[in-house]
């Protein structure tokens, strides 16, 4: 123990050493190393009462931020800085949607939220029985009022009167809700941002726009929502949009908004602080004295200053330095998690941890494109993965749980399906592969990949594998990125599989060359054999439309879809399809995502590996800051943080 400490003693002041050059080095250092308070430092006249000094919160960002207009797609760094100018709408604290600006969140339990029966007829825009927009026309299969599955779907049959399902939501936001310039926040100025955000300028899905049919204000404090008939809307209580300045903005374009000063750089909001200045890499905010919470002391400081530290170092030792009070998770304190926990464990700092729902997957290729024209074998590349058997061999011979211990500090669990164990609607009632090399060299004994040389470390040889021309081995090729925790993930479950005789060619490609466009990329090209990459996870609904068939990458699609291995199994749309199609509140809800991840796990169309972690880190004296997968940004409830006398036992 003796060596250990004085180890990470000397690592604390090699950050420091490292600190004092790169901020030596560095062009505009002078702004990031300056201590935020010596300003506020001036001399007083003798007898005079000092004032109390401004209480200053310094948070430390890895990236500057690429727009601070909300609807201009923000990076992580620019959603910190807008939770701190916004509140809201809500608030997702695991997973569950906390109403913050509205007086409640919508639910059917108390009217707010309804399911109405509603007559339509020929030329009327409905959603089909599969979930698609169109235009009701003879043979159009539609789901009646009351139908959540496609075995009571009808097909209209051009002349008689068709009920379907429409839903209406009701919003209330609270009353006394000012922006910083202390006048009223109204319905109307949600409406206006319902309508910026629907504009074809505007980037992002226009999903939900096609399916709303009205989104108007009832009064100055509520707003109705009607969506498309047959649009049953799990997710019905976030249909409301952050209200946005109507009478400042109202002046530019939804395309000039992108990028005016305006909008972008000092936009005006309702939130815990205000914009004051964004200078190169600072960027100074001020308490919003309209603040709705303001009758309760919040927010807790007087001035909020954002630095963007991009180095882990730098921001290490802007910390201990005191210089900043929180590095959030845009910093990449990989690198430093040993030493974090060192530290808080003595009381010299707090770290936190958590689980993101991004999820780090290896997907087999299971139809390669040169698939979709007809198999050829001898042509074609063998089909290794036509039979889920194999799938479920590599899912026993992949040793995850070493890649958690050892490259992700053992801070997540391993997954066991596509969404994390801690969504509300993960079941354990699905087929796990723990690791089990055993299991795994047997099921491959079973479809014909034979040890033909008595030597587990060879690859192994077809001998009467479907679709695979005996003697062939088996060698795949293991494709992803040159990052470097990829490239110790690869190290680890190269040498696994290794163990069951499957052969492994890892080849890490830049990530233009990985993630370029289809038919010449080899991920969206589909022309891989097993590819590692990153899914997110950005809905409170489990993401099972990822791995429907109309989201593989095809020529017809433009090569675009998430569903990259190209595995087809048409009982697994449906569910998925139901499950989207009905209410939170209904018994298909639930079964139908239970039947996905139960469907998912039998098939292994790609294997979970881990979820990525965040870290974040602060003064040893901060409270009401943590981590939550389901935010989103770490900063949700930065009205609250505080540090001090008030945060000590």
Known sequence: MPARKNLSQKIVVLILLLSFVISACQPGAEETTEPAVSSTW???PAFTPTPSPARILNVCLGEAPNTLY????PNAAARSVLAAIYDGPFDVVGYEYQAVILEKVPSRADGSAQVNSITVSEGDTVLDADGNLTLLETGTRVRPAGCRSGDCAIVFDGKSPISMDQMFVEFKMKPGLLW??????TADDSVYAYILARDDETPGSKFIFDRTQSYEAADETTIQWWGMPGFVDPTFYTNFWMPLPQRIWDQFSAAELQTADLSSRAPMGFGPYAMKEWNGDTLHLVKNPYYFRSAEGLPKFDELIFRVVPNADAAMSALIEGRCDLIDSTVTLDAHVSLLREMDNKGQLQVYFGE???IEWLTFGITPAAYDNGYTAGLDRPDFFGDARTRQAVAYCLDRQKVVENVLYNLVPVPDTYISAAHPLHTTEVKAYSYDPAAGMQLLDNIGWRDHDNDPFTPRHAQGVDRVQNGTELTLTYLTTQAAQRRQVADILSQSLRECGIGVNVMHVSQLDFYAEGPGGPLFGRNFDVAVYAMA????????????IPEIPTAENNWVGTNLGGYRNPSFDAACTTARLSLPDEAAYVENFHLTQTLFAQEMP???LYNRI?????RFDFCNFSLDPTAASDLYAIETFDYGAACLP
């Open 42 to 44: 001036t001399p007083n």
């Open 70 to 73: 909300p609807l201009g797609v």
């Open 180 to 185: 910083s310039d202390g006048t009223p926040v």
């Open 356 to 358: 993101t729902p991004t």
């Open 537 to 548: 996870t950005l809905s409170a609904q489990p993401p099972c439309l990822r791995f429907t």
């Open 606 to 608: 790609a294997i979970p």
């Open 614 to 618: 965040e870290t974040a880190a602060a």
